[in-house]
């Protein structure tokens, strides 16, 4: 806009300097750095639980905020695919990144596999923007697929992999690759390391890079020295300080990513999923914790520039039909009793799995319930027990160590899944005590939250469909996905 006064002028730049640093300011207050956050899984309880847990771990009552819960846009966004009302991820990525309805287990292509559909990510990319695709879960998996993949199954994890390698994406992250030698794949093309390595590829386990050496490279792609199960980044609950953090690698690509024009960056919390569908909600307020933090490190940047950032935070379907409220407690709530369980119910299989072999396989219930007291396991008494939660666990006692007939097998699925007996068990009942209930062991369609701040902030309030959020932030930066 054109100034007559240069007095005017002049103080309008030093104001603009002073908030933006040295990159100039974006045209017409487009958004030139926008983080675009999904909390797999994660819905409306999901969050009430977080921020009662963190409220009641600080003996504070009600709900603390989480960095994103006091965004000054909030929304709510519609979740179905195109063939069923209870999406999947790979159907809702696909919408929320291409701004197209798609079938369940397709990853960026239409419905029926006749064409393809390309991402806001990939049109960031033809209009000058570096572009960043970061998870907790493995780089192929469902979610950061839909930003660089088109193919008709997400299981194929290998094809997905030499996708990531065409898209040429600055910096992709996560916990590793499911199968990027081909070794489950029908068609095997090849090592994508090979073949990235020859396209100008860095494949790091660092997590400082020296900018020297960046400018060497097409594309960096981060994976931990050591994955957790299914190349992932371990659950929070199990870290110690050595692990690395989702936090951690959304800085590393804030500093991969930073330049002078922009970038779009990608960021999923994608374990919370999992740890709903585990039903296991200590699990699953801790991977909240860490996917806010990561949405912290967004919100340090945005306050360096906050005239040219967007962060929005949202979630692709709601897992586990989670409540804050169980009726057996009635109004009752005591979610701080969900600090006592030290393991992510993935983990707790191997330490009770572990703990029957010490005592060859066959302990007392007494001293299965000594060990589930423990503070390092579940901190679990049996004196506050009700009736019903001391038959379920004696119950699951037998099941784990008492000879089983084929019919008490079966049962046994039914009720346990794959996950160890008296594990399943144990938690069941500390959900339960903590007033936290559950209605599936698979998504639901539920609507989910959406937060945003930043520039163009207002496109994102109200009741929106998934496909909307894609076509709403290449407006935000200035560009269309409908081509």
Same mark, same amino acid.
């Given at each position: 806009?054109?100034?007559?006064?240069?007095?005017?002028?002049?103080?309008?730049?030093?104001?603009?300097?002073?908030?933006?640093?040295?990159?100039?300011?974006?045209?017409?207050?487009?958004?030139?750095?926008?983080?675009?956050?999904?909390?797999?899984?994660?819905?409306?309880?999901?969050?009430?639980?977080?921020?009662?847990?963190?409220?009641?771990?600080?003996?504070?009552?009600?709900?603390?905020?989480?960095?994103?819960?006091?965004?000054?846009?909030?929304?709510?966004?519609?979740?179905?695919?195109?063939?069923?009302?209870?999406?999947?991820?790979?159907?809702?990525?696909?919408?929320?990144?291409?701004?197209?309805?798609?079938?369940?287990?397709?990853?960026?292509?239409?419905?029926?596999?006749?064409?393809?559909?390309?991402?806001?990510?990939?049109?960031?990319?033809?209009?000058?923007?570096?572009?960043?695709? !970061? &998870?907790? $879960?493995?780089?192929?998996?469902?979610?950061?697929? +839909?930003?660089? /993949?088109?193919?008709?199954?997400? #299981?194929? =994890?290998?094809?997905?992999?030499?996708?990531?390698?065409?898209?040429?994406?600055?910096?992709?992250?996560?916990?590793?690759?499911?199968?990027?030698?081909?070794?489950?794949?029908?068609?095997?093309?090849?090592?994508?390391?090979?073949?990235?390595?020859?396209?100008?590829?860095?494949?790091?386990?660092?997590?400082?890079?020296?900018?020297?050496?960046?400018?060497?490279?097409?594309?960096?792609?981060?994976?931990?020295?050591?994955?957790?199960?299914?190349?992932?980044?371990?659950?929070?609950?199990?870290?110690?300080?050595?692990?690395?953090?989702?936090?951690?690698?959304?800085?590393?690509?804030?500093?991969?990513?930073?330049?002078?024009?922009?970038?779009?960056?990608?960021?999923?919390?994608?374990?919370?999923?999992?740890?709903?569908?585990?039903?296991?909600? !200590? &699990?699953? $307020?801790?991977?909240?914790?860490?996917?806010?933090? +990561?949405?912290? /490190?967004?919100?340090?940047?945005? #306050?360096? =520039?906050?005239?040219?950032?967007?962060?929005?935070?949202?979630?692709?379907?709601?897992?586990?039909?989670?409540?804050?409220?169980?009726?057996?407690?009635?109004?009752?709530?005591?979610?701080?009793?969900?600090?006592?369980?030290?393991?992510?119910?993935?983990?707790?299989?191997?330490?009770?799995?572990?703990?029957?072999?010490?005592?060859?396989?066959?302990?007392?219930?007494?001293?299965?319930?000594?060990?589930?007291?423990?503070?390092?396991?579940?901190?679990?008494?049996?004196?506050?027990?009700?009736?019903?939660?001391?038959?379920?666990?004696?119950?699951?006692?037998?099941?784990?160590?008492?000879?089983?007939?084929?019919?008490?097998?079966?049962?046994?699925?039914?009720?346990?899944?794959?996950?160890?007996?008296?594990?399943?068990?144990?938690?069941?009942?500390?959900?339960?005590?903590?007033?936290?209930?559950?209605?599936?062991?698979?998504?639901? /369609?539920?609507?989910?939250?959406?937060?945003?701040?930043?520039?163009?902030?207002?496109?994102?309030?109200?009741?929106?469909?998934?496909?909307?959020?894609?076509?709403?932030?290449?407006?935000?930066?200035?560009?269309?996905?409908?081509?």
């Amino acid at each position: 806009m054109k100034k007559n006064n240069l007095i005017i002028l002049i103080a309008a730049s030093i104001l603009a300097v002073a908030l933006t640093g040295c990159n100039p300011v974006s045209k017409s207050g487009e958004a030139k750095y926008v983080f675009y956050f999904i909390g797999d899984g994660m819905g409306f309880q999901h969050i009430t639980a977080t921020q009662a847990f963190v409220a009641a771990q600080n003996d504070a009552k009600g709900n603390a905020p989480l960095s994103f819960t006091n965004f000054p846009i909030t929304g709510v966004v519609e979740t179905f695919a195109h063939n069923r009302f209870i999406t999947g991820s790979a159907a809702a990525g696909t919408a929320m990144s291409t701004g197209h309805k798609t079938s369940i287990n397709t990853i960026g292509l239409t419905h029926d596999h006749s064409d393809s559909l390309f991402s806001v990510a990939h049109f960031a990319k033809e209009n000058g923007f570096k572009v960043g695709v !970061a &998870t907790s $879960v493995s780089i192929d998996h469902a979610t950061p697929a +839909a930003f660089y /993949a088109h193919q008709p199954s997400r #299981n194929m =994890y290998h094809e997905i992999s030499h996708d990531l390698i065409s898209a040429g994406y600055n910096f992709y992250a996560g916990g590793g690759f499911r199968d990027p030698d081909g070794d489950n794949s029908d068609k095997p093309r090849g090592s994508i390391y090979s073949r990235g390595d020859s396209l100008g590829f860095l494949f790091t386990s660092d997590l400082q890079v020296d900018q020297n050496v960046l400018t060497q490279f097409k594309s960096v792609v981060y994976s931990p020295p050591v994955s957790a199960s299914s190349s992932t980044l371990k659950y929070k609950i199990d870290c110690s300080d050595e692990d690395v953090t989702l936090t951690q690698i959304t800085e590393m690509g804030i500093e991969v990513l930073n330049n002078p024009d922009g970038f779009l960056f990608m960021v999923e919390g994608g374990k919370i999923d999992w740890a709903a569908h585990d039903n296991d909600a !200590a &699990t699953v $307020v801790n991977e909240i914790i860490s996917f806010s933090d +990561a949405v912290a /490190a967004a919100l340090e940047f945005y #306050n360096k =520039y906050p005239n040219e950032t967007l962060i929005i935070v949202t979630a692709d379907h709601e897992t586990g039909g989670m409540s804050v409220g169980v009726k057996d407690n009635k109004y009752e709530s005591y979610i701080n009793l969900l600090s006592n369980q030290k393991h992510s119910l993935e983990m707790l299989n191997i330490v009770i799995r572990d703990f029957k072999e010490q005592h060859n396989g066959r302990p007392t219930f007494n001293q299965v319930v000594d060990f589930l007291a423990s503070n390092e396991v579940m901190k679990l008494d049996l004196s506050e027990l009700s009736s019903k939660q001391h038959e379920k666990l004696k119950a699951a006692h037998q099941a784990s160590v008492a000879p089983q007939t084929d019919a008490q097998k079966q049962s046994n699925r039914e009720n346990y899944g794959s996950a160890e007996p008296i594990a399943m068990a144990s938690m069941q009942i500390l959900n339960e005590m903590a007033s936290i209930g559950w209605t599936t062991l698979s998504h639901t /369609a539920s609507h989910v939250p959406l937060y945003a701040i930043g520039a163009n902030q207002e496109l994102f309030s109200g009741q929106i469909d998934n496909t909307e959020i894609p076509r709403r932030i290449a407006t935000a930066m200035g560009f269309s996905i409908d081509k």
